[in-house]
């Protein structure tokens, strides 16, 4: 069974740090695209940032600069640093990871984990 397990969010105030993990386990042939989507109450599921194997990055306008997207691919692991984060940053935050894995053959699939809740609040 594959998995996608967040880790790191919780509650911060206006301008601070955080850093979210998420691990891929399982029968994984190979990780392609790993990426950070969130979704605020009331609001539909939106791109944060993508990272390529290769290291190769994507921001959404409203993140760039102050969250940096990177992985260890030793690992499975991809991480977000949010650094001056700020109320509308509020959300759960989703891993997705676009993957291979080993079922009965190599089948390819898109992956999502369990979401990781970030609040912004002084």
């Known amino acids: 069974q594959v998995q996608l397990v967040e880790s790191g969010g919780g509650l911060v105030q206006p301008g601070g740090s955080l850093r979210l993990s998420c691990a891929a386990s399982?029968?994984?042939?190979?990780?392609?695209?790993m990426g950070w989507y969130r979704q605020a109450p009331g609001k539909q599921r939106e791109l944060v940032a993508t990272?390529?194997?290769?290291?190769?990055?994507n921001y959404a306008d409203p993140v760039k600069g102050r969250f940096t997207a990177s992985r260890d691919n030793a690992k499975n692991t991809v991480y977000l640093q949010m650094n001056s984060l700020k109320p509308e940053d509020t959300a759960v935050y989703y891993c997705?990871?676009?993957?291979?894995?080993?079922?009965?053959?190599?089948?390819?699939?898109?992956?999502w984990g369990q979401g990781t809740q970030v609040t912004v609040s002084s």
């Open positions: 997705n990871a676009d993957m291979s894995v080993r079922m009965l053959g190599i089948k390819r699939n898109n992956y």
């Open positions: 399982g029968n994984i042939f190979n990780i392609y695209i």
């Open positions: 990272i390529t194997s290769g290291g190769s990055t």
